[in-house]
T-cell receptor, first 120, second 111 residues
Framework: GAVVSQHPSRVICKSGTSVKIECRSL??????MFWYRQFPKQSLMLMAT?????????EQGVEKDKFLINHASLTLSTLTVTSAHPEDSSFYIC????????????????FGPGTRLTVL | DAKTTQPPSMDCAEGRAANLPCNHS???????VYWYRQIHSQGPQYIIH???NNETNEMASLIITEDRKSSTLILPHATLRDTAVYYC????????????FGTGTQLKVEL
């Protein structure tokens, strides 16, 4: 299946610093990527939809100025957590869908392995 | 997208079939049933999906009731590596491809 990578896999930072997380689609060009956040023992929550060449669309309650998303190429989207605080500690996961629905038109989403962010 | 209801947890003996139920009583005619699973500290993985016919692939089978208000994911011979949270998601295809995750079912496969 298609591969989506994330970097870094784990990051620890001090409160007040900014952290950039990269999401790469390795097998196909991704015009749209999704960013999710998952707190311990909870489900995934969609944060935003990243669109190549245009502004990201944020879900209700997600601060666009705090979670900066850049989708400058068809294979790379970045999420920057600005001025991170301990409450931003979470598991961040990106995903994307191949063009035309992918194999068999399944419209499945391929997820990255996730980035564990810990803010001290 | 329609809301789904799943039991919070289930146990299954290794080698036995795991049957995971999902209720989606408000499903619309153009909405598909998708199943994903998430092994601990990993990204979710697609398993299977269907509209109204039963489906089978190398991972699992999906049984959808005739009224489409519920479905069952079947792992025919569960192994320890199938221990994961299983998410049943109802959505239209191409609807922005957004996925709305519920709480899922934590399946624990034991010896």
């Amino acid at each position: 299946g298609a591969v989506v990578s994330q970097h870094p896999s784990r990051v620890i930072c001090k409160s007040g610093t900014s952290v950039k997380i990269e999401c790469r689609s390795l097998d196909f060009q991704a015009t749209t990527m999704f960013w999710y956040r998952q707190f311990p023992k909870q489900s995934l929550m969609l944060m935003a939809t990243s669109n190549e060449g245009s502004k990201a669309t944020y879900e209700q309650g997600v601060e666009k100025d705090k979670f900066l998303i850049n989708h400058a190429s068809l294979t790379l989207s970045t999420l920057t957590v600005t001025s991170a605080h301990p409450e931003d500690s979470s598991f961040y996961i990106c995903s994307t869908t191949p063009p035309a629905g992918g194999p068999g038109g399944r419209n499945e989403q391929f997820f990255g392995p996730g980035t564990r962010l810990t803010v001290l | 997208d329609a809301k789904t209801t799943q039991p919070p947890s289930m146990d299954c003996a290794e080698g036995r079939a795991a049957n995971l139920p999902c209720n989606h009583s408000t499903i619309s005619g153009n909405e598909y049933v998708y199943w994903y699973r998430q092994i601990h500290s990993q990204g979710p993985q697609y398993i299977i999906h269907g509209l109204k016919n039963n489906e089978t692939n190398e991972m699992a089978s999906l049984i959808i009731t005739e009224d489409r208000k519920s479905s069952t994911l079947i792992l025919p011979h569960a192994t320890l590596r199938d221990t994961a949270v299983y998410y049943c998601i109802v959505r239209v295809t191409g609807g922005g491809n957004k996925l709305t995750f519920g709480t899922g079912t934590q399946l624990k496969v034991e010896l």
